[in-house]
């Protein structure tokens, strides 16, 4: 193995080379090997359609959104009137109820709730995916002593249920596999027909 010397600080430093070249190859050579296999990276999709219109979506979801479609494949969010392959109608939704009470009857505990209702239509007006449904749900502990501090920490959770959300949207439009769908390769819709989890602290 060859030894590359050098002085640092009149002091003479040797280090191995050749190291991270092996490992460059060898994770060259696994890369390669996994491509062959047909594996792809998360967030690398290969969406049926190449402009997409979003309708409806509140702006901090249509601009996570766009930045995960634009960022993880070739497709490219464009406005609706621009000629789009596909375009989809999205509305989200967030609640909060008491999820515990203490001993004197008191809050302290709150479930939030985050829905988003989608749909995808491609350009001739064909229902790609039906209206379908993701739910989402967070625990928030609570107490009048902090009640700023606590209106924060919902946002945070909103926002972060808001992010899950997309991330679960790319990957159920990835399903997605024509425009013209035959009788029976139609993507089915997805809705909650059950009481959401408890939810995580």
């Known amino acids: 193995m060859r030894r590359l010397m050098r002085k640092h600080k009149g002091v003479d430093v040797t280090r191995q080379a050749g190291m991270s ?3 460059f190859l060898t994770l060259l050579g696994g890369a390669a090997a996994l491509s062959a296999c047909g594996f792809q ?3 690398q999709q290969d969406y049926a359609f190449k402009r997409l219109a979003v309708i409806c979506g509140a702006p901090q979801m249509t601009a996570r959104l766009e ?3 634009e960022g993880g494949s070739d497709t490219v969010i464009v406005k609706p009137f621009e000629k789009p392959d596909a375009t989809l109608n999205l509305s989200e939704g967030q609640g909060m109820r008491t999820l515990s009470l203490n001993s004197a009857g008191v809050v302290q505990e709150y479930e ?3 829905t988003v209702n989608y749909s995808l239509y491609g ?3 064909t ?12 625990s928030m502990t ?7 501090a606590k209106s924060q920490e919902s946002i945070l959770l909103y926002n972060d249920m808001r992010y899950d959300a997309v991330d679960q949207l790319t990957r159920r439009l990835a399903t997605v596999r024509s425009l013209h769908p035959a009788p029976g390769e139609q993507t089915p819709g997805v ?10 602290l």
């Open 112 to 114: 939030l709730v985050y």
């Open 21 to 23: 070249r092996r490992s």
């Open 41 to 43: 990276l998360r967030g």
């Open 191 to 200: 809705a909650r027909r059950a009481p959401l989890p408890v939810p995580p």
């Open 142 to 148: 609570y107490s009048d002593q902090y009640t700023l």
């Open 123 to 125: 350009a001739d007006g």
């Open 127 to 138: 229902l790609l995916i039906p209206p379908s449904a993701i739910a989402l749900n967070r």
């Open 67 to 69: 930045r995960m479609v």
